[in-house]
T-cell receptor
């Protein structure tokens, strides 16, 4: 199984809502990532978890709150978002136990629209 | 400041018309250069990692090369299914986490 599964595929929320994006992988990978991608722009790194601990936070606003309940799951909790947060949110994983080749396995993304 | 610059921004080819995409980088002490492919509405898919000047890697109709200043992704006799955005990336900070360039959008017409 070489898949990273993200749910939901599409999410529409108001600025006062609280919602969560979920990501799951069963490849035994120990590093998981959240990227944000706006239209016609490259993916931008938000957070990195390594062995279930937050290792990188790219100065992301606190309205985005990541969580890694176990080595297979990664969540992104959303609260009080702004319309400019509308984007494709990509989850990825990599095998952190071997010298890193830069190979990340990406999910298909969650398309978020904030009204 | 962009560490990788990709050109062209967009490229249209006829099926079978070979061409090359360029990725120039300004990172000193390069620890790797990555190529990914991204289809519309999907996550990027890893293609290659190149570590040193002179290195080449191939996958089907794609061949990636690396010099001390840039990398090329050569596409030989492309097919419509090769249509995608091709992203070049370099490691960020002290890790191997990709920082992506803006990409080249390739369309191959039948």
């Amino acid at each position: 199984d070489t898949e990273v599964t993200q749910t939901p595929k599409h999410l529409v929320m108001g600025m006062t809502n609280k919602k969560s994006l979920k990501c799951e992988q069963h490849m035994g990978h120990r590093a998981m990532y959240w990227y944000k991608q706006k239209a016609k722009k490259p993916p931008e790194l938000m957070f990195v978890y390594s062995y279930e601990k937050l290792s990188i936070n790219e100065s992301v606003p606190s309205r985005f709150s990541p969580e890694c309940p176990n080595s297979s799951l990664l969540n992104l909790h959303l609260h009080a978002l702004q319309p400019e947060d509308s984007a494709l949110y990509l989850c990825a994983s990599s095998d952190g136990r071997v010298p890193n080749t830069g190979e990340l396995f990406f999910g298909e993304g969650s398309r978020l629209t904030v009204l | 400041e962009d560490q990788v610059t990709q050109s062209p921004e967009a490229l249209r080819l006829q099926e079978g018309e070979s061409s090359s995409l360029n990725c120039s980088y300004t990172v000193s002490g390069l620890r790797g250069l990555f190529w990914y492919r991204q289809d519309p509405g999907k996550g990027p898919e890893f293609l290659f990692t190149l570590y040193s000047a002179g290195e080449e890697k191939e996958k089907e109709r794609l061949k990636a090369t690396l010099t001390k200043k840039e990398s090329f992704l050569h596409i030989t006799a492309p097919k419509p299914e090769d249509s995608a955005t091709y992203l070049c990336a370099v490691p960020s900070g002290g890790s191997y986490i990709p920082t992506f360039g803006r990409g080249t959008s390739l369309i191959v017409h039948p």
